[in-house]
């Protein structure tokens, strides 16, 4: 905007357009197959962008459905044959924070889930077009938090996951229940009200047509138990996303500021404080509703380590209201 000097009130528009990148601090980590032979990472900025590096191909495709679904930045891998485990470690080491593939292969995802243990961050989608029992036996073995399968898929491989990605990624939406998603064709596979049931309980993320448009059901992960316990800690999509966005705040202020800082005291104190700091912010903000206990000590063991503890509550999403209506005769 030009900066007038003269009194007055004055206006101008601009354009936003879905085809390209928004200012967003997510990055949406792109591994699938293109036209041609190039091979290194990118960091795509709109859809003509993707077209003239990739032409128009299955990588473009997904970036295509991305931008649409409010995705603002986006970094892309191509895969070259079927080298998936080297495309995803290039995505984690280029900072993705969330990724994705043009695959449905269980093979693939068992690679994702190697990938993202290896990171500290990131979250994985991969889509599944099988059924509903088939889609919870995956989830099952998977078990992780930061892996997220959608039941449901459209004819483009990766297509689904890309559209959620891009939601998850945006931050409009944390909590995702019955959030339509856009550029997804006809669902190739529907469920019943059962299937639907057992999907979230096995820790599967149902995506349904209903009527009106493309929709997630409810946004789970695969993290359903804990050493063979039934556990709903970390189940919910929205829970995970404020964990991980906490964690990685309070570690960026952390090594910024005391990356060659003493471990005394001082320091100590200074580091509890800037904790408290990053936890405010997150409670301005509303992504947490309450935080304590923070405690800054030199290992007994080691003089050299400092831990850090401190607690926080998330903000749960409303799933579900029960109605009960008493008739008196």
Not at 139 to 165: K, P, S
Not at 182 to 204: K, W
Request: aromatic share 6%; charged share 25%.
């Amino acid at each position: 905007m030009t900066v007038r000097e003269r009194p007055g009130i004055y206006a101008e528009y601009r354009v936003n357009s879905s085809f390209t990148a928004a200012d967003d601090s997510v990055t949406v980590g792109v591994a699938a197959h293109i036209n041609g032979d190039a091979s290194s990472a990118k960091s795509i900025v709109s859809y003509m962008d993707a077209v003239e590096s990739y032409g128009i191909c299955p990588m473009t495709k997904l970036i295509k459905t991305l931008f649409l679904n409010g995705c603002g930045r986006i970094l892309a891998v191509p895969v070259i044959g079927e080298n998936y485990p080297d495309a995803y470690a290039r995505l984690l080491d280029g900072g993705a924070d969330i990724i994705i593939c043009d695959s449905r292969s269980e093979d693939d995802l068992l690679t994702m889930k190697s990938a993202l243990e290896n990171g500290e961050y990131a979250m994985g989608i991969w889509e599944c077009d099988e059924t509903a029992d088939r889609c919870v036996e995956y989830a099952r073995d998977m078990n992780f938090e930061r892996l997220i399968i959608c039941a449901g898929a459209d004819e483009a491989q990766g297509n689904l996951a890309a559209a959620l990605a891009g939601v998850i990624s945006s931050e409009k939406e944390l909590f995702l229940n019955g959030h339509a998603l856009s550029g997804v064709g006809n669902l190739v596979r529907s469920f019943t009200e059962r299937e639907i049931e057992d999907l979230i309980a096995g820790g599967v993320t149902p995506i349904e047509n209903d009527g009106e448009s493309v929709c997630v059901v409810r946004g789970v992960t695969t993290k359903t138990n804990t050493d063979g316990i039934e556990d709903k800690s970390l189940r919910e999509i929205a829970t995970v996303i404020t964990v991980q966005e906490v964690l990685k705040s309070v570690h960026s202020a952390l090594k910024l500021k005391f990356a060659r800082a003493k471990n005394d005291a001082l320091t100590r104190g200074a580091i509890r404080s800037q904790v408290a700091v990053e936890l405010e912010k997150k409670l301005a903000a509303g992504k947490i509703a309450d935080y304590g206990n923070i405690r800054a000590v030199a290992d007994t063991n080691d003089i050299s380590l400092c831990r850090v503890d401190f607690e926080f509550s998330v903000v749960c999403g409303l799933n579900t209201i029960m109605l009960t209506a008493y008739l008196n005769v």
